[in-house]
């Protein structure tokens, strides 16, 4: 492994861990200025080597920070030389963002993922595929990379580094506290100091900063308030396991509807005590017409009432016609759903707040029981059935807009979520919207549980 042994670059112990690793998926997990990108660039450069003719993509969220930081530390060099050394490069194009070609014919694309919806993402296939600062992409976009992973040329690994942000799907995803890790995936964790190729200066100054946002940026820990909308959930609390509805509970439907963007349906049933069960989904991008025979296929012969939606579908264009009225010619009636989102996002909350002395539906793993902390049930859960993966996917992932310094020391600044693959999360709302608030007392909400981010969040905002 000749460029491990570039003159300047001595691998730390953790980085050859982790650029040697040889899983399908790695995540570098550090503080500020540990060696994350470093890694992830020299573990690029190695499979390209040792993969003559593959390809592979370098991919980070906005295109200004992988031109300015990830792209120019592989290419250009920042403080060091390149980790691609121009003599490796055959051939350079800018053609939809920067593309190499290296002497063996292994290729490397480098591109930012901000406006590319899924179906872009799924064009060549991939070798390898590096994503830097992968918290601030989904789930979703991850997985469709992982999809992509089957180059002949090999080597078939995604890798990612990132700032840990909270337990996020990152966490889930390769944290083993997470309990629920994917199968070999293999996770590096270094804190900023374990670089000893920084200054002093530099780690006393991180050192100086707050203890909350040390926790997370200097010492990489995944135990900080993230920023989660719906901290409540819990996917081994409010997933259920597969069961027949009986035909006496009521059944509901959701639709957030999209242009460009995938349309998003929920059905879900009411059972005798007024708890919610969403049973089953659709994510499509698509026509009307296509969504609209996908929900007669799942209604089959069900009496639904008119299905709620987002009010935008109301609105009418120049020529009078509105999506509403396109679902009413394919026998889709269309109610306005209850829009207002920051109520929407509490009322979704109190649903999946656990209850005191409330115990677990008859048809939960743990019925009739308070759980195995004695916290109580909470009043929405989803089945565990592929309609609603999207859903569960979403809401771990669903968080509040980052704020700058200036926007935050704004006091009216409104608590709005990124706007990032919420589709399902927004048919979420609109279904919870369209049921009384649940009944009984409402229990005292957690500290960090959806709203008081001015609070939970403002140490972390304010710091840069
Ligand atoms: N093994 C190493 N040998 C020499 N220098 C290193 C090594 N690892 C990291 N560095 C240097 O440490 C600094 C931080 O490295 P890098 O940019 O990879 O960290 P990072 O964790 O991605 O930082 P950031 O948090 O800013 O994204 C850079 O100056 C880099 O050149
Ligand atoms: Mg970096």
């Known amino acids: 492994m000749t460029v491990l042994d570039q003159t300047w670059f001595k691998p730390l112990p953790k980085q050859l861990a ?10 570098y997990a550090g503080g500020f200025g540990s060696g994350k990108t470093l890694s992830g660039a020299f573990k690029a450069l190695v499979a390209a080597l040792q993969h003559p003719g593959t390809v ?9 920070a992988l031109a300015d930081n990830t792209q120019k ?30 002497h063996n014919g292994s290729e490397i694309l480098f591109r930012s993922f901000q ?6 993402l799924l064009g060549p296939n991939y070798g390898f595929v590096y994503v830097d600062e992968v918290t601030e992409c989904t789930e979703r976009v991850w997985l469709a990379f992982l999809s992509r992973l089957r180059h002949p040329a090999g080597p078939e690994q995604a890798w990612a580094t990132t700032n840990p942000n909270g337990h996020d799907w990152v966490w889930r995803r390769f944290h083993p506290g997470s309990g629920q890790p994917e199968a070999g995936a293999f996770l590096v964790h270094a804190p900023t100091e374990e670089n000893p190729h920084l200054s002093p200066a530099y780690v006393a100054w991180l050192r100086a900063q707050p203890a909350e946002w040390q926790k997370r940026f200097v010492d990489a820990s995944f135990d900080t308030a993230s920023g989660q909308i719906w901290a409540e959930w819990d996917s081994q609390i409010h997933v259920v396991p597969q069961f027949e509805l009986p035909d006496s509970w009521r059944r509901l439907e959701s639709l957030d509807h999209g242009r460009r963007n995938p349309t998003a349906v929920l059905w879900a049933a009411v059972d005798h005590d ?30 639904y009432p008119p299905v709620q939606a987002d009010p935008s579908v109301f609105v009418r264009g120049f020529d009078g016609q509105c999506v509403a009225d396109e679902y009413a010619r394919h026998g889709i009636t ?39 902390d004695g916290r ?80 939970s969040r403002g140490l972390l905002a304010r710091a840069f």
């Open 115 to 120: 406006d590319w919806n899924e179906t872009k």
């Open 334 to 372: 269309l109610a306005r759903a209850a829009n207002d989102v920051a109520t929407g996002l509490n009322r979704v909350s109190e649903w999946l707040t656990r209850r005191e002395g409330e115990p677990f539906p008859g048809w939960h793993p743990w019925a009739g029981t308070l759980g195995p």
């Open 56 to 64: 592979g993509l370098v991919a980070r969220q906005t295109s200004g």
């Open 18 to 27: 982790f650029i040697q690793s040889g899983s399908r998926e790695c995540c």
């Open 376 to 455: 109580g049930s909470p009043r929405l859960f989803v089945m565990d059935a592929a309609g609603t993966l999207p859903l569960r996917q979403e809401i771990p992932d669903y968080r509040w807009r980052d704020l700058s310094p200036a926007v935050e020391s704004r006091a009216d600044q409104p608590e709005e979520p990124r706007k990032k693959d919420d589709h399902a999360c927004d048919a979420l709302r609109y279904l919870v919207m369209s049921r009384p608030r649940p009944a009984g007392q409402a229990p005292p909400r957690a500290p960090d549980a959806g709203m008081p981010r001015q609070h």
């Open 274 to 303: 007024s708890s919610l069960v969403v049973f089953d989904g659709y994510y499509e991008p698509g026509l009307v017409e296509q969504h609209a025979t996908a929900i007669k296929a799942t209604r089959g012969l069900w009496p």
């Open 73 to 102: 530390i592989i290419l250009d060099g920042d403080d060091k030389p390149p980790v691609i050394p121009a003599d490796l490069v055959a051939r350079r194009s800018e053609k939809h963002g920067t593309t190499i070609t290296l």
